[in-house]
């Protein structure tokens, strides 16, 4: 299902990201990423439970996709703890690159996959979210 959603709406929710990934992002590349967005952003939702073999699989299987990201602690928790739909957006800027997953109600970010342009770019700490 595609939920639509304006910019303001997601900007507002990416601001106020308690994620820990989220937290980790340059200031000046979460501007570019949010500058960037669409007016309206047509956000994909489903159960959580559909996504957690789909991320498992590739996180066990691809280890570029596994090690060149970060969050994933904190994305797997948030995917084992939803018992309804999530949201899922992509989200680029300055090279970076998020993927957003939102609560049900679309109001809160509740964990992010982040990948910096390269390794040098991670920041202190990343990989333990």
Same mark, same amino acid.
């Given at each position: 299902?595609?939920?639509?959603?304006?910019?303001?709406?997601?900007?507002?929710?990416?601001?106020?990201?308690?994620?820990?990934?989220?937290?980790?992002?340059?200031?000046?590349?979460?501007?570019?990423?949010?500058?960037?967005?669409?007016?309206?952003?047509?956000?994909?939702?489903?159960?959580?439970?559909?996504?957690?073999?789909?991320?498992?699989?590739?996180?066990?299987?691809?280890?570029?996709f596994r090690e060149n990201r970060f #969050?994933?602690?904190?994305?797997?928790?948030? =995917?084992? !703890? *939803?018992?309804? $739909? /999530?949201?899922?957006?992509? %989200? @680029?800027? #300055?090279?970076?690159?998020?993927?957003?997953? =939102?609560? !049900? *109600?679309?109001? $809160? /970010?509740?964990?992010?996959? %982040? @990948?910096?342009?390269?390794?040098?770019?991670?920041?202190?700490?990343?990989?333990?979210?």
């Amino acid at each position: 299902m595609l939920l639509e959603i304006s910019k303001e709406q997601i900007e507002g929710t990416v601001r106020a990201s308690s994620c820990e990934a989220m937290k980790m992002i340059p200031p000046a590349v979460l501007e570019a990423v949010l500058e960037g967005l669409e007016q309206t952003i047509a956000l994909g939702m489903g159960p959580a439970a559909n996504l957690v073999p789909t991320y498992r699989g590739r996180y066990d299987a691809i280890k570029e996709f596994r090690e060149n990201r970060f #969050g994933w602690n904190g994305f797997f928790q948030a =995917l084992d !703890e *939803s018992s309804g $739909s /999530v949201g899922m957006h992509a %989200v @680029r800027g #300055g090279e970076w690159r998020m993927l957003l997953l =939102l609560n !049900e *109600s679309c109001d $809160s /970010v509740i964990a992010s996959l %982040v @990948r910096p342009p390269g390794l040098e770019d991670w920041p202190e700490g990343a990989s333990v979210t």
